[in-house]
């Protein structure tokens, strides 16, 4: 019975530490490469990288949302408004890297938020610069 505190402590520490925060960005817009590759973002979106998942297999790119997160079509003007305090840019870096900072009305927080790890930055800016082209 003695050990019971002592293990449920270290449990909660544990968890406490395996839980990442991801409604905190880890970097903003100005830490990105300016220069980008819309096609290399594009084939991020469809394809993943190695470890990262590929966007298209919860978001579509079509009317209809994607089978667990919304439909990203005519993205690149609602990016704009979907937080008053942030630009299309901003708004859409965060989604990546802290995807639980704005969610979208009627879904939950299940996009991953380790893809400001899986994505090297010029990589993250190449996925924004393709989102911010999608009509």
């Known amino acids: 019975m003695r050990q019971f ?4 402590l270290s449990l909660c520490l544990l968890v406490v530490a395996c839980k ?7 970097y903003t817009i100005a830490d990105l490469p300016t220069q980008t590759n ?3 973002g594009k084939q991020l979106f469809e394809k993943g990288d190695g470890g990262a998942a ?3 297999g919860c ?6 949302d994607g089978p667990v997160a919304p439909s990203l079509k005519g993205y690149a003007e609602r990016a704009s408004q979907r937080a ?12 990546i890297i802290a995807p639980g900072k704005t969610i979208v009305d009627g879904y939950n927080n299940t996009m991953p938020s380790s893809y400001g790890d899986k994505l090297s930055k010029q ?7 393709y989102l911010l082209t999608l009509n």
């Open 84 to 95: 008053s305090d942030e630009t299309a840019q901003v708004y859409t870096l965060n989604s």
């Open 59 to 64: 978001h579509s790119i079509t009317e209809g």
């Open 54 to 56: 590929a966007c298209a």
């Open 38 to 40: 819309v096609d290399n």
């Open 20 to 26: 990442k925060n991801n409604s905190t960005p880890a």
């Open 123 to 129: 990589q993250i800016a190449d996925l924004i610069a």
């Open 5 to 8: 505190p002592i293990l449920l």
